[in-house]
């Protein structure tokens, strides 16, 4: 089955603290696809990243980083100084290309409140 | 600009009164689906389509109806709505060779 997992329901940090979002997955795939959405109070889904089972090269855009490791199947995100702007419900998610139209399989979301 | 669109994007409504949530996009992608948010269970797929007349339930089909007579729309259709359908409904589409999903802005929807 496929599965992932967001343990940590809420992070509450004070502003310019970095933080890390947890991830881990569960697949028998060996070709997947990982990503992260920022969720802001508005509601809508904002596409931060994807990462492809092949390409276990950390990214860095920013204040945001991402580690995939794939021996502990977790591709973790870290905020670096965050601010009150990255105050929002962070999904991970994983895809297959074809499996029921590509769909996502989302965790149950970090909510992160960064507080000045 | 590549978007996905969805209407309305907030609904109240009463119990067994039919309704339809509409969905469009604009870059002519194989791939649709439907997705419900709930806390604590992120979003789960209700339906998804992968071309024009294919569709197929996805996880959470019961109470939901779909259709996909144009490729740029996919319409998500309440019979009978029910006060456990409350929830926040993503439509996304992607294309054939690419993985990367394209959400809608989500409609809000009570049923009292």
């Known amino acids: 089955a496929q599965k992932v997992t967001q343990a940590q329901t809420e992070i509450s940090v004070v502003e310019k603290e970095d933080v890390t979002l947890d991830c881990v997955y569960e697949t028998r795939d060996t070709t997947y696809y990982l990503f992260w959405y920022k969720q802001p109070p508005s509601g809508e889904l904002v596409f931060l990243i994807r990462?492809?089972?092949?390409?276990?090269q950390n990214e860095i855009s920013g204040r945001y980083s991402w580690n995939f490791q794939k021996s502990t199947s977790s591709f973790n995100f870290t905020i670096t100084a965050s601010q009150v702007v990255d105050s929002a419900v962070y999904f991970c998610a994983l895809g297959t290309y074809y499996n029921q139209g590509g769909k996502l399989i989302f965790g149950q979301g970090t909510e992160l409140s960064v507080k000045p | 600009e590549a978007q996905v669109t969805q209407n309305p994007r907030y609904l109240i409504t009463v119990t067994g009164k039919k309704l339809t949530v509409t969905c469009s996009q604009n870059?002519?992608?194989?791939?649709m689906s439907w997705y419900r948010q709930d806390p604590g269970l992120g979003l789960r797929q209700i339906y998804y389509s992968m071309n024009v007349e294919v569709t197929d339930k996805g996880d959470v089909p019961e109470g939901y109806k779909v259709s996909r007579k144009e490729k740029r729309n996919f319409p998500l259709i309440l019979e009978s709505p029910s006060p456990n359908q409350t929830s926040l409904y993503f439509c996304?589409?992607?294309?054939?060779?690419?993985?990367?999903?394209?959400f809608g802005p989500g409609t809000r929807l009570t049923v009292l």
């Open positions: 870059m002519n992608h194989e791939y």
């Open positions: 990462r492809n089972s092949f390409d276990e």
């Open positions: 996304a589409s992607r294309s054939l060779d690419h993985n990367e999903q394209f």
